[in-house]
C-alpha cells in the first residue's frame, strides 16, 4: 500500500524504520515542526523528522491537522496513513484524506489507558502487564475498532527502557496490521471493556509523598522517570531523586521523609518501610549518586508532603 506516516518523538521511529523495511511504500512523512529543546533552547528537528531525512523520504511538518497540510495530504492519494506518536488530533477532514483511514499504534490494551501517556500511567498504577494496540482512528479519543493487540510485561524501572520494548514490538505488529490491510484479511474489533484516561504527566505528577507506601513510591518514580523526574522539597526547593527500589533489609525503625545510609546504600523512608534511591539532583545542582551527597552533606529531611505539593521554579533541572 502506498501510505503517509505521521510520529514525532523517539518512541515512533522503530515503527517509521520497520514500515520503511516493510512491502508497503512510505509516500511522505508527517511529524511536527523544529521546536526548542534543552537548557539552551536550540531549535532541532523532531526524531522522526531527522530519521526520515536520513532514509531519504520527503518531510511534512504541521502542528494542526487544517488548511494546506489536508490539501497536500490528499494530493498524495494514499491508501492509510500510520500514526504513531503525532501529537494532534485528526478531525473529519484529515481522516478522509487516506482511502482505508488513519491507523494508529498505541502504548496499552485498548480501551485501557486512552490518551497522552498510557505508559506511564500504567508504570503509576502500579500494573506489572500492559501491550500495545493497533486501532482505527475515529472522531473520539483512542476509541476506534482494533485490528491487533500483543500483550506485554511492563516490569521495566522505569518509562524510557518501558517505551523502548514497546515501540520495537509494537513496530512489529503495526506492520502486521498494515500487511492484513492490504490482504484485506483484517478484522477490526470494536473495543470492549472498562475504558480509562492516560492523562499527560506534568511536574505535579512526579511529586513523590513520602507518607504514601513504598510500593507506591517506587511505581511513581518509575513512571515519571526520566521526565520529568520524580521530585519533593527540601527547605522549599525541588530535589530529584532516581533509582527508587526496594530495601527490604534495612532494620532501623522507618523515619518519613529521611535519606540517610544503610550499609553502603542511600536509603528512603517511607510510611511503611525505606526505599533504596541511586541518585539525587539537589536543587540547581547536577545529577549525583545518593550516597556520594549524604557522605559530604550528611542526612536531609525531605518537607512533609503537605507543604510541598507546588513545585519550586527550577530553571536550571530544566523541568
Known amino acids: 500500500m502506498d501510505i503517509v506516516f505521521a510520529g514525532t518523538p523517539d518512541a515512533a521511529v522503530p515503527a517509521l524504520e520497520a514500515l520503511v523495511e516493510s512491502r508497503h511504500r512510505i509516500r511522505a512523512v508527517l511529524t511536527r515542526p523544529d521546536a526548542p529543546v534543552g537548557r539552551k533552547r536550540v531549535v532541532t528537528p523532531s526524531p522522526v523528522k531527522a530519521r526520515a531525512l536520513e532514509l531519504g523520504l520527503d518531510v511534512i511538518e504541521a502542528s494542526r491537522l487544517r488548511g494546506e497540510v489536508i490539501t497536500e495530504l490528499r494530493t498524495l492519494k494514499v491508501d492509510a496513513v500510520a500514526v504513531v506518536a503525532y501529537g494532534a488530533i485528526a478531525g473529519p477532514a484529515a481522516l478522509s484524506t487516506a482511502e482505508l483511514g488513519w491507523f494508529n499504534l498505541h502504548f496499552s490494551l ?4 486512552r490518551g497522552a501517556a498510557p505508559v ?4 503509576i498504577s502500579g500494573q506489572s502487564r500492559s501491550g500495545v494496540s493497533v486501532f482505527k482512528i475515529d472522531e473520539g479519543m483512542d476509541s476506534g475498532p482494533v485490528l491487533r493487540r500483543l500483550e ?3 516490569d521495566h524501572p522505569d518509562v524510557a527502557t518501558a517505551l523502548d520494548d514497546y515501540a520495537r514490538l509494537g513496530a512489529a ?3 502486521a496490521a498494515f500487511d492484513d490491510l492490504a490482504d484485506g484479511t483484517a478484522v477490526m474489533t470494536p473495543q470492549s471493556g472498562e475504558a480509562s484516561h492516560a492523562d499527560k504527566i506534568d511536574v505535579a505528577d512526579a511529586h513523590l509523598d513520602f507518607s504514601d507506601s513504598a510500593r507506591a513510591i517506587i511505581d511513581r518514580s518509575r513512571g515519571v522517570s526520566p521526565s520529568p ?7 522549599g526547593k525541588r530535589t530529584k531523586l532516581f533509582g527508587l527500589a526496594p530495601a ?3 532494620a532501623t525503625p522507618t523515619e518519613v521523609g529521611l535519606l540517610t545510609s544503610w550499609q553502603k546504600a542511600a536509603v528512603l523512608g517511607c510510611r511503611d518501610g525505606w526505599v533504596r534511591v541511586e541518585e539525587i539532583q539537589p536543587f540547581g545542582k547536577a545529577r549525583m549518586a545518593a550516597v556520594d551527597f549524604l557522605r559530604g552533606h550528611g542526612d536531609i529531611r525531605f518537607d512533609p508532603s503537605e507543604t510541598s505539593a507546588e513545585p519550586a521554579a527550577d530553571p536550571e533541572q530544566g523541568a
Open 229 to 235: 523526574g520524580p521530585w519533593a522539597n527540601v527547605d
Open 248 to 250: 527490604p533489609d534495612v
Open 110 to 113: 485498548l480501551p485501557a489507558h
Open 120 to 123: 506511564q500511567r500504567a508504570l
Open 173 to 175: 505488529e503495526l506492520v
Open 152 to 154: 506485554l510485561p511492563l
